[in-house]
């Protein structure tokens, strides 16, 4: 019964998330078309990015990673009155604290916005500037927000959370479509406030139906559910989770000294994210809270079968895709953004940082998954010193590569980085917890899988050569991406018996 229960949640949570991600992309689409690969494109992405990167760099994920292993240690061991108290107190200090940085973020705002886009002149700073003092008033909703869906999410009732993006996007896409022009861009940032506050909302509403606030407001000004740990743990999760989310934002602010560097940067990682961001909310919303549980109740056996099942599913899913968006990524991008002021030009160097970005996927996904196994264990230390050295070497990198390279260098850094991170993280799983990624995966099955990864890219380059027709090209790709998924479920299957029950 509770597999049962477990998979439609997870089925319905994969729902909204597509729908969320697929109105983002949505969101993507009608930039391009209405702003084309300009500088005000640069701006809308620059400002609609800015409360989310805030809140989940120094608030969201660190909160969900804390707060819901805590709630159910707090739950079995004193009092469901006390989990929730846990769970208001945090709201507060959260809104709180989250103001008091937007303040100060406010009174800096040109050196914020300078750091965000450092290759922008001082007159372009000085512009977005404006701007971003107007998207300031999102973090702290959006703050208190992370809270209050890492509180849905320990009661599992993951699906309001689910839908946020989808309602931030709606909201976003009317502006866009019916308001938004080169010279209307501050529009998009009023939309990003009334996007978020709307979300809150929804979730507040869904705290109060599923009682997680009930007995809360109790001894609200008695704050000894804040031990001295937690606020230590939070910080541990807060920079490991941050520094991770900071990648693709520092990438962003090197690839700004080229005209429409964000926009083109944006373009390709949107669709990268959209995978990616479908398979990694789905784990945490879903995968992290059964997770903590079940080491909460000390059951090493079922955690170690959950997380080997779905670091299979993972594999098995961002091979193929990974080897057929490579294939066809300048007939996708086409079809997708070749539109209004997007010209052919741009749709040429867009794939090709697509093809550099999908290589990622896995990594990217997989690092998700490793980072839960860590949280769940209540182990915030070991990500939190894996992600700092490894800000540093993307820094470096980016450096190094943009300078040769251009944007695509600083895109080819950002996939390097993001296989060292996952690959540091899954050695440290292994050596400090004694937990496999893929139980029952031996060496020379791991190699095997990296071979298929690397010809089926072959193979895609090769037809990107041979074949002119895009119709003929997406569909080579897909028939490649198939046999991939064939040949991975062949390894995966022989030696993942928990895995393999699962599927057939």
């Known amino acids: 019964m509770m597999g049962r229960s ?20 949505f969101r993507v689409l009608g930039l391009a078309s209405v702003l084309g690969v300009s500088h005000a494109n640069d701006l809308a992405i620059l400002i609609i990015s800015v409360p989310d990167i805030l809140n989940a760099m120094l608030i969201g994920g660190a909160m969900a990673a804390v707060l819901v292993p805590e709630m159910h240690r707090r739950s079995q061991n004193i009092s469901e009155q006390n989990a929730n108290q846990l769970i208001v107190q945090s709201f ?55 809270v209050t869906a890492a509180a849905l999410q320990g009661h599992h009732k993951p699906l309001i959370p689910a839908f946020g993006n989808l309602f931030f996007n709606v909201i976003l896409l009317v502006a866009i479509f019916f ?59 807060l920079t490991a989770i941050g520094v991770v989310v900071a990648f693709p ?27 990616r961001g479908l398979l990694g909310a789905a784990l945490t919303m879903v995968i992290f809270p059964r997770l903590s549980r079940i080491f909460s109740e000390r059951d090493s056996a079922e955690a170690a079968k959950l997380i080997s099942q779905v670091a299979g599913l993972i594999v098995l899913v961002t091979i193929p895709v990974t080897v ?65 050295i490894l800000l ?9 590569l943009r300078d040769s390279m251009g944007v695509s260098g600083v895109m080819l850094a950002f996939v390097i980085t993001s296989w060292i991170h996952f690959l540091a993280l899954t050695i440290s799983l292994h050596v400090k917890l004694n937990v496999s990624v893929i139980d029952g995966v031996k060496l020379k099955h791991c190699t095997a899988l990296i071979l298929l990864t690397l010809l089926g890219i072959s193979f895609s380059a090769m037809m990107v050569k041979f074949i002119s027709e895009p119709f003929l090209l997406i569909i080579s790709s897909v028939l490649l991406g198939l046999v991939c998924f064939g040949a991975a479920l062949l390894i995966l299957k022989n030696h993942l018996p928990h895995f393999r029950r699962r599927l057939l």
């Open 92 to 146: 507060f200090i959260v809104a709180l604290v989250s103001s008091l940085f937007a303040l100060v973020l406010a009174i800096c705002s040109p050196w914020f916005t300078q750091l965000l886009a450092s290759g922008f002149t001082p007159s372009q700073i000085d512009e977005a500037s404006k701007l971003i003092l107007i998207v300031l008033f999102a973090f702290p909703i959006c703050a208190v927000t992370a």
């Open 179 to 237: 308001w938004v022009t080169p010279e209307s861009i501050s529009v998009v940032a009023w939309a990003v406030v009334l996007a978020v506050s709307f979300r809150l909302l929804t979730q507040i509403i869904s705290c109060f139906v599923a009682g997680t606030f009930h007995g809360g407001f109790r001894s609200l000004m008695q704050f000894s559910t804040l031990s001295r740990s937690l606020f230590l743990k939070y910080f541990h999760a």
């Open 324 to 388: 057929a968006v490579y294939g066809c990524a300048e007939p996708v991008v086409s079809l997708l953004f070749k539109r209004g002021l997007f010209t052919a030009e741009d749709v040429a160097n867009t794939a090709k940082l697509l093809q550099i970005a999908i290589i990622a996927m896995p990594a990217l996904i997989l690092s998700i998954l490793t980072m839960n196994v860590f949280y769940a264990r209540h182990e915030t230390l070991v990500p939190f010193k894996i992600s700092i």
């Open 392 to 400: 540093s070497c993307l820094i470096l990198l980016s450096l190094v």
């Open 249 to 275: 934002v520092v990438s962003r602010s090197f690839a700004s000294a080229f005209e429409g560097g964000i926009s083109l940067f944006e373009y390709a990682l949107k669709l990268v994210e959209l995978p």
């Open 6 to 25: 477990l998979s439609l949640a997870a089925m319905l949570v994969a729902v909204a998330i597509l729908l969320g991600r697929l109105t983002g992309l």
